[in-house]
C-alpha cells in the first residue's frame, strides 16, 4: 500500500471517528437509549484502534497520534 494511500486512509478514519464521537454527544444530549449510544461507542473504539495501528505502521506525520 502506497504511503499516499495509507495517508488517505488515515484522513477518512479520522473524518469517521470525529463524526460518530459528535454523533454520540448528540444522542446523549437528546436522551437516547444507552444501547444506541453503546453502539457508538464500540464503533468508536473500533476506528481508534484501526487508525492506531495504521498510524504505527505508517511511519508518517501521523506515528505520534497513534
Do not use: F, P, W
Not at 453502539?39 to 468508536?44: A, G, K, V
Request: charged share 35%.
Amino acid at each position: 500500500m502506497s504511503s499516499r494511500t495509507i495517508e488517505r486512509e488515515l484522513d477518512d478514519l479520522v473524518l469517521h471517528l470525529k463524526g460518530l464521537v459528535h454523533v454520540r454527544a448528540l444522542l446523549e444530549n437528546r436522551g437516547a437509549s444507552a444501547a444506541e449510544i453503546e453502539e457508538h461507542t464500540d464503533e468508536i473504539e473500533r476506528l481508534r484502534g484501526r487508525l492506531a495501528r495504521l498510524g504505527k505502521n505508517s511511519g508518517d506525520r501521523y506515528s505520534a497520534a497513534a
